[in-house]
């Protein structure tokens, strides 16, 4: 009778993709919203050399924001991370070298998103111990930003994980998931969140905004989508 109980590997792998689909889905909606919370938190300051003024000042003098904010930041990049492997899943069956490539890029570049992330939180015990000397520490923190031997490595993996982002895009696009331009808010959103922390709240929420419409849209239709059924876009 024990014969009874085993499955083929396919209806074992079908049987799971329930669990897959459900939980992608979830990812999808939830590292969006992440993202959006943190902006609306996130205290203005930029991050370039000519800004460390502010990007310490703003550790400082707003340190729980700073603290909130850049922790969700680094969630965002926990949860978006399954959110981007559940979009290349959709991709796969039909384009599976354009899952592929916007997988591995992005991947890759989640780790320049996470080098970020430690940045901020350097930043941030900086400005939580009052103790330190401010000149000290502004000092220190206009060399980190100044310093091209860690800012360049940095920069070309994160630029990967846009890279990365445009190719899952244009995949979703193909598979007929979402329109281009709508898959395209999702790396123009992470770009916009990343070029505007130094401009007015607006900006840089128009940023998560973008990011929750476009992969928000994939994971609400994952959620009311029937079982081994791919949800697609309306005709455009």
Same mark, same amino acid.
């Given at each position: 009778?024990?014969?009874?109980a085993?499955?083929?590997?396919? $209806?074992v792998?079908?049987s799971?993709?329930h669990?897959?689909?459900?939980?992608?889905?979830i990812?999808?909606?939830?590292?969006p919203?992440i993202?959006?919370?943190?902006?609306?938190?996130?205290?203005?300051h930029?991050?370039?050399?000519?800004?460390?003024?502010?990007?310490?000042? $703003?550790?400082y003098?707003?340190?729980?924001?700073?603290?909130?904010a850049?922790?969700l930041?680094?969630?965002?990049g926990?949860?978006l991370?399954? $959110?981007?492997?559940?979009?290349n899943?959709l991709?796969r069956?039909?384009? /599976?070298?354009a899952?592929?490539?916007?997988l591995?890029?992005?991947a890759?570049g989640?780790?320049?998103?996470? $080098?970020?992330?430690?940045?901020d939180?350097?930043t941030?015990?900086?400005?939580?111990?009052?103790?330190?000397?401010?000149?000290?520490?502004?000092?220190?923190i206009?060399?980190?930003l100044?310093?091209?031997?860690? %800012?360049?490595?940095?920069?070309?993996?994160?630029?990967l994980l846009?890279?990365?982002l445009v190719?899952?895009?244009?995949g979703l696009?193909r598979?007929?998931?979402?329109?281009?331009? %709508?898959?395209?808010?999702? /790396?123009?959103g992470?770009?916009?969140?990343l070029?505007?922390?130094e401009y /007015?709240p607006l900006?840089?929420?128009?940023?998560?905004?973008?990011v929750?419409?476009?992969v928000?849209?994939?994971?609400?239709?994952?959620?009311?989508?029937?079982d081994?059924?791919?949800?697609?876009?309306?005709?455009?």
């Open positions: 009778m024990a014969s009874d085993v499955q083929p590997r396919g $209806a792998a079908e799971y993709a669990t897959e689909r459900i939980v992608f889905a990812f999808m909606i939830v590292g919203l993202l959006l919370a943190a902006c609306i938190i996130h205290p203005k930029g991050v370039r050399v000519t800004s460390g003024s502010e990007y310490y000042g $703003a550790a003098n707003h340190t729980t924001r700073f603290y909130i850049h922790t930041f680094f969630l965002t926990v949860t991370l399954p $959110a981007v492997i559940g979009l899943r991709v069956p039909s384009h /599976p070298k899952a592929f490539w916007g591995v890029l992005s890759m989640f780790v320049g998103w996470g $080098a970020i992330d430690g940045m939180f350097m941030y015990i900086a400005g939580a111990n009052k103790s330190l000397d401010t000149t000290t520490m502004q000092s220190y206009d060399d980190a100044a310093n091209q031997a860690v %800012l360049i490595p940095i920069s070309i993996v994160f630029t846009i890279i990365g190719v899952t895009a244009v696009h598979v007929g998931i979402l329109p281009l331009w %709508l898959g395209l808010l999702l /790396p123009i992470v770009v916009g969140v070029s505007f922390l /007015p900006l840089i929420v128009l940023g998560g905004l973008f929750c419409a476009s928000g849209t994939v994971g609400v239709r994952q959620l009311r989508t029937p081994a059924t791919v949800p697609r876009a309306a005709p455009v």
